[in-house]
T-cell receptor, first 119, second 110 residues
Framework: GAVVSQHPSWVICKSGTSVKIECRSL??????MFWYRQFPKQSLMLMATSNEGSKATYEQGVEKDKFLINHASLTLSTLTVTSAHPEDSSFYICSARELPRQGSTRGYTFGSGTRLTVV | QQPVQSPQAVILREGEDAVINCSSSKALYSVHWYRQKHGEAPVFLMILLKGGEQKGHEKISASFNEKKQQSSLYLTASQLSYSGTYFC???????????FGKGTTLSVSS
């Protein structure tokens, strides 16, 4: 089945530094990937849609300059949290969807998530 | 627009049943159900595409009432492994990404 790999699983960084999170589709190509943010005991909030070869589409209220998204290939999207601050600490999860084969219906596959702690 | 889930939390003993509801104020064309365990990624359970559609996955099934703009997830004879937070997701305006409800936390004890 469709597998999405996300790295790193966790990262601790100092305030003011930048952190890059990678999301890879391992056995399928994904022209579109999605980035979510999740606070403890809360829902997954869609941050942006990553589009291969073009600019990402950000949800309302998400700072484009703070959360840089690059989708350079059909299997890799990256999220860079720039000039991180403690309030950026959260669980970040990427997602992708393998296009359905004839007769089958597939949901979205999620990466294992990255827990970011900014100190 | 975020779908609305109810109840917020359910506490069960093994073998008991539960129903989780998901509704939307806008037209629904599909509903996705996921389960997330603490600290892990959400896992896909099932997708419902047509009004009136019902599906099953082990002892977990779901229905989709397109006219009422709602879906329900049925957990039958719950097992300890069913514990987690259940999210329903509906397509965003662009029809590409999923927008998730706030989740329903299910706790199953022995």
């Amino acid at each position: 089945g469709a597998v999405v790999s996300q790295h790193p699983s966790w990262v601790i960084c100092k305030s003011g530094t930048s952190v890059k999170i990678e999301c890879r589709s391992l056995d399928f190509q994904a022209t579109t990937m999605f980035w979510y943010r999740q606070f403890p005991k809360q829902s997954l909030m869609l941050m942006a849609t990553s589009n291969e070869g073009s600019k990402a589409t950000y949800e309302q209220g998400v700072e484009k300059d703070k959360f840089l998204i690059n989708h350079a290939s059909l299997t890799l999207s990256t999220l860079t949290v720039t000039s991180a601050h403690p309030e950026d600490s959260s669980f970040y999860i990427c997602s992708a969807r393998e296009l359905p084969r004839q007769g089958s219906t597939r949901g979205y596959t999620f990466g294992s998530g990255t827990r970011l702690t900014v100190v | 627009q975020q779908p609305v889930q109810s109840p917020q939390a359910v506490i069960l003993r093994e073998g008991e049943d539960a129903v989780i509801n998901c509704s939307s104020s806008k037209a629904l064309y599909s509903v996705h159900w996921y389960r997330q365990k603490h600290g892990e990624a959400p896992v896909f359970l099932m997708i419902l595409l047509k009004g009136g559609e019902q599906k099953g996955h082990e002892k977990i099934s779901a229905s989709f009432n397109e006219k009422k703009q709602q879906s329900s997830l049925y957990l039958t004879a719950s097992q300890l492994s069913y514990s987690g937070t259940y999210f329903c997701g509906t397509p965003n305006q662009a029809g590409t990404a999923l927008i998730f409800g706030k989740g329903t936390t299910l706790s199953v004890s022995s």
